[in-house]
């Protein structure tokens, strides 16, 4: 008696990548993905692991939900420019805008003359007009670029003369003195960690100073006995010949106009209008938008900074273009929104989704993050859980969103700030479903958060 192998009852790969389901998904994830997926199924089942029969149902399985790897999570740490999970959202207006740029647009076209045009035009015209003391605008693909392109077109070869107070190391070792001379410039320290004086400055300009540096502290803060040198008092300084020196502030976290919120974090209109030449920051922090770097300043340096070969290795996409335009000229940014959404205006919402989940209420403060304002508190509340629960929120079950919480002092919590009020719903879902098995813990009463300002 003949006996059949049952792995010739295997499907085709023609023959499954032909039927309707498999079209669909090829559309959308590529036909090489799916076929992956098919191949992987159909070698399962010839080890024996799955019926022939499952072939169809496994390789669907084991398709990817989308076709980037990206997993989209709401944020709900109450850090506002939270840099690992992409720092500053984009505005509904913003993301529009991404979508009409990812086809073909006229990026560098004149279409009234239908001669070349000035990339990105419209972006630039919008920061020169947010930020008015701005002879001209640059804008590269990230602040770190900003300023290594400052750098090299100012002083490779040359001495940065920068004060030691000054000379950081931020997120991922990222450490200022390494980029400025990555450029071929040579630092010039001056002054000591916590006290720079402007004669410091003034008595280390030489015929090799290619220009001073001012560098925001960024995620920290030097209290106490010390002294720093604000650019009004770099204003004017000069080489031996009378040349003048130029005096780049790398502020960092982007904010283009002074906001009460944050009395000491620097912003780019102020530093011009006293005495930097050239301001650069990143565009997706405190500005809200995309992955960018800014330069701003003298029209005359934005010219050499545009004409140096390195421009063109840092330039910036369609869609960076696009989106900025959009966040400069369109509604109040998701980023902006976040910090100044008050005590008062949280504690309904938190109070809500506390008594829908049978959960605490307690008194926390948010940050800025991103480096910046590291010494400003954002009073809000948020719904207390176990620990474990945070963990569960970031790898939950199909159709759950991803949601980012913190610890602190042995506690979940679960913080709105960042979170739009239409996904509130989501999160609740989110943390019924991580809650799972988790015995409840008796509460306050949905917490009345009794003692934070409002």
């Known amino acids: 008696m003949t006996t059949i192998d049952p792995r010739r009852a295997i499907p085709r790969t023609d023959a499954l990548l032909a039927e309707p389901p498999f079209v669909a998904a090829a559309a959308t994830l590529g036909r090489a993905t799916v076929r992956t997926a098919v191949n992987r199924a159909q070698d399962r089942a010839r080890r024996g692991e799955i019926p022939p029969g499952d072939v169809a149902a496994t390789a669907l399985a084991g398709l990817p939900k989308r076709a980037s790897s990206l997993t989209a999570v709401l944020n709900a740490t109450g850090v506002v420019i939270h840099t690992n999970i992409g720092r ?7 993301v529009e805008a991404v979508v009409d740029a990812a086809g073909h647009v006229d990026v560098e076209m004149d279409l009234t003359s239908g001669a070349r045009g000035r990339r990105g035009a419209g972006a630039l015209a919008a920061l020169r007009e947010a930020v008015p003391d701005a002879g001209d605008a640059l804008v590269v693909n990230n602040g770190a670029a ?37 450029t071929g410039a040579r630092l010039r320290e001056v002054g000591t960690t916590n006290r720079t004086h402007v004669r410091d400055y003034l008595e280390a300009i030489s015929p090799d100073t290619g220009c001073i540096l001012k560098a925001h502290p960024s995620n920290f803060r030097v209290d106490g006995f010390t002294t720093a040198v604000g650019y009004e008092e770099l204003r004017g300084a000069v080489r031996p010949d009378g040349s003048p020196v130029p005096l780049v502030a790398d ?30 920051a990143s565009g997706d922090k405190l500005l809200g938008g995309p992955q960018a770097g800014l330069a701003l300043g003298a029209a005359e340096i934005v010219e050499t900074l545009r004409r140096h070969p390195l421009a063109r290795a840092l330039r910036i996409d369609k869609l960076t273009i696009a989106a900025l335009e959009a966040t400069l000229r369109g509604p109040t940014p998701p980023a902006t929104r976040a910090l100044h959404a008050s005590a008062v205006e949280l504690r309904p919402r938190t109070q809500a989704l506390a008594a829908a989940l049978g959960r605490g209420v307690v008194a926390v403060e948010g940050r800025v ?19 474990e629960v945070v963990e569960r929120l970031r790898t939950p079950p199909a159709g759950t969103p991803a949601v980012l919480a913190r610890v602190d002092d042995g506690r979940g919590l679960i913080d709105l700030r960042c979170i739009p009020a239409d996904r509130d ?14 015995p409840d813990v008796p509460g306050d009463g949905a917490g009345s958060g009794e003692g934070l300002p409002s």
């Open 251 to 280: 502020i960092g976290s982007g904010l283009l106009a002074p906001d009460p919120l944050l009395p000491d974090e620097p912003d780019a209109s102020t530093a011009l209008r006293h005495g930097a030449t050239i301001v650069t």
């Open 369 to 387: 993050g991103g480096g910046g304002a590291p010494g400003v508190p954002l009073p809000g509340w948020a719904v207390e859980v176990p620990v």
């Open 146 to 182: 900003a300023l290594v392109l400052a750098t090299t077109a100012l002083a490779a070869g040359a001495e940065v003369i920068v004060s030691r107070g000054e000379m950081i190391e931020i997120g991922d070792g990222f450490r200022l003195p390494d980029l400025i001379t990555s």
């Open 88 to 94: 500053a959202p984009l505005s509904p207006s913003a």
């Open 425 to 438: 719903a989501d999160v609740g879902a989110a943390v019924r479903a991580a809650l799972g098995d988790v």
